[in-house]
């Protein structure tokens, strides 16, 4: 059973920095593109970044130069690296990976920017 854990969440003051990590189990496949994806209360889940396993980005309007994400194919390991946090960030953060097949999500992981 394939599953994706994040890890690397929690509380940041503004202008803060933090890492996500998003290891995948249970494969003996690789990934087409993986990505992280935030909710916000009350709002719809969003794309913050995708990355192809070539290593093409994408990224969400509201973080294009603030975060930057990264994936080791081998491991099917994704990461995103936030910096200049904003409160506006705060939301719960999935890691998602793709296959021909499906898609898998990941149970979500806490940012909170706050002071």
């Known amino acids: 059973q394939v599953q994706l854990v994040e890890s690397g969440g929690g509380l940041v003051q503004p202008g803060g920095s933090l890492r996500l990590s998003c290891a995948a189990s249970?494969?003996?496949?690789?990934?087409?593109?993986m990505g992280w994806y935030r909710q916000a209360p009350g709002k719809q889940r969003e794309l913050v970044a995708s990355?192809?396993?070539?290593?093409?980005?994408n990224y969400g309007d509201s973080v294009k130069g603030r975060f930057t994400i990264s994936r080791e194919n081998a491991k099917n390991t994704v990461y995103l690296q936030m910096n200049s946090l904003k409160p506006e960030d705060t939301a719960v953060y999935y890691c998602?990976?793709?296959?021909?097949?499906?898609?898998?999500w990941g149970q979500g992981t806490q940012v909170t920017v706050s002071s």
């Open positions: 249970g494969t003996i496949f690789s990934f087409n593109a």
């Open positions: 990355v192809s396993p070539g290593g093409s980005t």
């Open positions: 998602r990976g793709s296959t021909v097949l499906r898609e898998y």
